[in-house]
């Protein structure tokens, strides 16, 4: 979305995309404590994480455990960070509740049907394309699986009186189809709007469409109607609503469940940073089922030697990399020796290849995750970063 | 607010009034199993709960504990089923948080307070007039006690930044305001709209102005300020939603939590049926604190030997009381003896001269509780009741 540019201030091109990588520390800011060169991170950067190097606040890097990988850990922090405030902050689960889930083959999707299986009772619809059914059933997570294109009347044929709960991250018009599918005392929760992204480029018809659709609605209806509505936007508690120390919290209680067997993170495929544009335009066409992961130290794949391709690649790849150069000397306060891009180890490189898990779950940003991707900066330094 | 007529779908006049009641099963309904002549119950019957006599589907009667009093049933049951839902279904409540709570003295304000204060490290605003700041004060409840009349910037001048949960029973512009009060991840619960009523009489104007004032919100808003909007509707769950099987599990749950002595009923004063209009006065002008009760049972005050006032009196009781007779008839199926009414046994008569507690609490609507006063109906005769 950040790259068709359909988010809320969008950053000015040329930038790096990214709000997610995994790495080691390569220097720390004046005055940081917290975090010393050498440390194993995962950071949730404001843009910026495909890069090599990044700069990075402290209040935004978080420890790994020991036991946590380079691959595991973006696959892990992001989506179960959502997923962990959903289930257990805006959510009561209890036995008797139904809940639908939409994009049920999402990286986001998968945690959550993880998460609310750490409750007894709860009977969850997965809606998504047809065509993931099949795999997604393999994962056992869902009572039943719902096809995207009908799914309100398919929910009505199961169930006649609606579901207890909603998970949307599509919006659009699907919030006003989805409002009418739930019970009283049930809770609609908008925590995506990946409905704005519909052709190949950003449109503003789309972008506008999307938001006009949605219907306005009076407390007064939900008090009529004994209903909830909730929003939640990640991105906006951590970067604009002072939410880090909330989330550092949550991403605690993530690795603690983590450790104790009851999240399986999964990833739907590695790829080289090279390889870039077709792992986005995988996730693009929601063809994945977990989390894509990019990898610097990665093999790229073998291109076809046919020119006129080669050049649009070449383009393409300039657009989102080209930039990189400059925003790393910046940020890296003099380490301007090139990055050691590739240099993974050999013990990482090979998890990597490994997969992770029986092959559910889906979406998210990609995130790089090689050795040395992320590099924590003073506290006082998020103008630094930004500049 | 039913009896001026201030809500959605009132019942034609004449009628009777009121929402509970509790006493002792005087008839039940043919192929009823679940009571028996002489069990004591609680009952939240759609209107006529202030007759001597009330039919009422099993659906809506709840058997008392053997120690609860008459009087005590009344001013606990449906004040702690909605506290109970609120606090428990629709917040997630952990230390640290915050939350404004209106009407603090009324019964169901004092019912959330004790409640929300089964946690610890919860913060509590709790906001009245002026004048029930003393007696509230005694209760030891609430952490700052904040005018009604400018309660926004109190609240701010205490907590710059807001509150993470508004429970509001207001509606109206009061909706608006105390949006803007809400932090991130903050919850909006309405849950009354008693600004409805402003004036001695129905005003069709005050009603429009007060569902006029509050804005529509957009999902996508909510989604861009994490915010959560939740309405909650006993009345409508109850009667219009088939939620009566839920509520019952809460009200099993309520009468074990008073068991377990967790529960202190409020009660600011108990009635006799005559002095109902002065009752209702007390109320409307906000003058009380924890539960009116009536009880049949009770004495009338002495009234001043004024023709014109005693004629005032009469008619206005005539409204109420009137065709209690004619209800009464139909719904005992027969038992056409007349009701018995002030023949409450002396032990709970005295029960209600003792204050139940020291003293918060208010609001909500009286009940009646004399013996006799509730009549389990069968299951299947909720048409006879309603005709």
């Known amino acids: 979305m950040v790259r068709l540019g359909a988010i809320d201030s969008p950053p000015k091109t040329p930038t790096i995309l990214g709000f997610e990588c995994a790495g080691e520390v390569e220097a720390v800011g004046e005055g940081v404590e917290d975090f010393k060169v050498g440390d194993r991170v995962v950071a949730l950067p404001e843009f910026r994480a495909w ?3 990044c700069a990075v606040p402290t209040k935004y890097v978080y420890k790994l455990p020991d036991e946590m990988s380079f691959q595991d850990a973006p696959a892990i922090t992001m989506n179960y960070l959502v ?6 902050e805006l959510l009561s689960l209890r036995p008797g509740k139904s809940l639908m889930l939409h994009s049920a083959g999402g990286g986001v999707g998968q945690a959550i049907a993880q998460l609310v299986r750490t409750f007894d009772g709860v009977t969850m619809f997965g809606v998504s394309s047809k065509g ?3 795999q997604l059933a393999t994962g056992g997570l869902f009572d039943h699986l719902i096809d ?6 398919e929910v009505r044929k199961i169930s006649p009186e609606g579901v207890d709960i909603i998970l949307d991250c599509l919006c659009g018009d699907d919030c006003n189809r989805g409002y009418g599918l739930l019970k009283p005392m049930g809770k609609y929760i908008l925590f995506g709007s990946s409905n704005v992204v519909t052709g190949e480029t950003k449109s503003f018809f789309s972008v506008a469409r999307s938001w006009w659709q949605v219907d306005k609605v009076s407390p007064i209806k939900l008090f009529d109607e004994n209903k909830t509505l909730t929003g939640f936007n990640l991105r906006h508690l951590l970067y604009q609503q002072d939410g880090s120390e909330y989330v550092k919290k949550v991403i605690d209680d993530v690795f603690g469940m983590w450790k104790d067997g009851k999240i399986k993170p999964v990833i739907d495929s590695t790829w080289a940073l090279e390889d870039v544009t077709e792992a986005m335009q995988k996730m693009h066409d929601r063809k994945n089922i977990g989390k894509l992961v990019l990898d610097p130290a990665a093999e790229p794949k073998p291109k076809p030697a046919t020119p006129a391709k080669v050049k649009a690649k070449k383009e393409k790849k300039e657009k989102v990399q080209s930039p990189s150069t400059d925003e790393e000397k910046k940020v890296e306060n003099g380490t301007d020796k090139p990055a050691e891009n590739g240099s993974g180890e050999n013990g990482e490189a090979a998890e990597a290849e490994k997969p992770k898990e029986n092959g559910d779950g889906g979406e998210a940003k990609p995130s790089e995750n090689g050795e040395n991707s992320a590099a924590a900066e003073t506290n006082g330094d998020e103008k630094k970063q930004s500049s």
């Open 51 to 53: 890069a090599e190097l």
């Open 83 to 88: 997923a962990y405030i959903i289930v257990f």
């Open 132 to 134: 993931k059914h099949e």
């Open 148 to 153: 995207r294109a009908d799914y309100v009347n």
